[in-house]
């Protein structure tokens, strides 16, 4: 399944139906007289977030929805049927915006909000409504008004309780793997994960959600690697890990990544720079615990708050991460409330993604 976390669709409601012209012609009946309905209304566009969906990958094969129009009216003072609500499922996090993103219109973040986006036109009065003592003979009726229309584009943000960040090669792929359900793809090379992972955790009786995004470098807020488009889905986090490689990557130590990432979050804005963060030096394995001791001070100093050793690979200290972690959730997260899986998404490497 390929991942797509925006799409620009076209949205129709339904006109309203043209009331009728008639008259009654019965037999033993002395006087006719205008007997027309009123036209049916037309059908609303509505949206409602669902669960099971973590992309917006239906929005790239239909981009038009178009309501159905209400019914005609009909002699014998029949009202036409009113047109069908057209649903329209989107996941859980999706944003509705206005044509040149500048403003939210619609914000999804429970299973089962269902707001009425765009709603149908109503029908045309029909000539029986315009019988009066001077008017016994109408001919008039109302077309029925026409529906909306409107250019929007949906964006997701992907709802989890705790987001994953750091430089490409920092081992978040393999964090992920080993604290949650996730399968996420692990090799020796930079940009392993080319889309965001989700993965449930479960930790001392508890359950929360957690994110990973490709990794970011120096400058993707200017288009570097991948840039930080897939930052948008750790916007609704309460806590961010950041998760650094002892053994350093390049030429950055373990102070210079964290100083690297930090800039980018800041740059991207959207409060990112402003959420909790605990930094957890991953790989620990791979080095003593004396030089793991002296980072976490480097860091310390850099402006860190707590620095956790971890590793992946091991499952060393990841206990304690998770515990601190806890610590910033609510009792019941989102998870646990809403008492579902997750689903991870899975996506082709080089698939169809939209930035944010």
Excluded at 184 to 198: E, M, N, R, S
Aim: charged share 25%; glycine share 14%; net charge negative.
């Amino acid at each position: 399944m390929h991942f797509l976390d925006q799409a620009k669709i076209y949205l129709k409601s339904g006109a309203g139906g043209p009331g009728a012209v008639s008259f009654r012609r019965e037999k033993y009946i002395e006087y006719g007289g205008p007997d027309g309905g009123n036209g049916g209304k037309g059908g609303d566009i509505v949206f409602e977030a669902v669960p099971g969906l973590n992309t917006l990958i239906d929005f790239r094969y239909a981009q038009h929805f178009k309501a159905a129009r209400g019914g005609h009216g009909m002699g014998k003072d029949r009202t036409g049927a009113s047109a069908p609500d057209l649903v329209i499922k989107v996941p859980v996090g999706t944003q509705v915006l206005s044509e040149d993103k500048e403003e939210v219109l619609a914000d999804f973040t429970e299973v089962g909000q269902r707001e009425v986006f765009l709603h149908g036109g109503l029908g045309g009065r029909g000539n029986a409504s315009y019988k009066s003592a001077t008017n016994r003979a109408p001919r008039q009726h109302q077309p029925g008004e026409p529906g909306e229309e409107l250019w929007v584009w949906l964006r997701l943000k992907l709802l989890a309780d705790v987001g994953l960040v750091g430089l490409p090669n920092a081992g978040k792929s393999t964090f992920i793997n080993a604290v949650s359900n996730a399968k996420a793809k692990v090799g020796d090379y930079a940009f392993t994960t080319l889309i965001p992972k989700l993965g449930v955790v479960r930790h001392k009786g508890r359950e929360f959600v957690l994110a990973d995004i490709p990794g970011l470098i120096e400058g993707a807020a200017d288009g570097a690697g991948i840039g930080d488009r897939f930052l948008g889905h750790i916007e609704r986090c309460r806590v961010l890990v950041h998760l650094i490689d002892i053994t350093g990557t390049g030429d950055q130590d373990p102070v210079e990544a964290m100083r690297v990432v930090e800039e980018e979050l800041s740059a991207y804005g959207a409060g990112l720079d402003d959420k909790p963060r605990l930094v957890a030096l991953n790989k620990v394995d791979l080095a003593d615990a004396e030089l793991a001791e002296e980072f976490a001070k480097e860091l310390k100093a850099a402006g860190a708050d707590d620095v956790f050793a971890v590793s992946g690979a091991t499952g060393e200290g990841i206990d304690a991460l998770m515990d601190a972690v806890l610590g910033y959730l609510p009792d019941r997260t989102s998870t646990e409330t809403k008492g579902h899986e997750v689903e991870e998404i899975d996506g082709e490497e080089g698939g169809e993604w939209s930035p944010i």
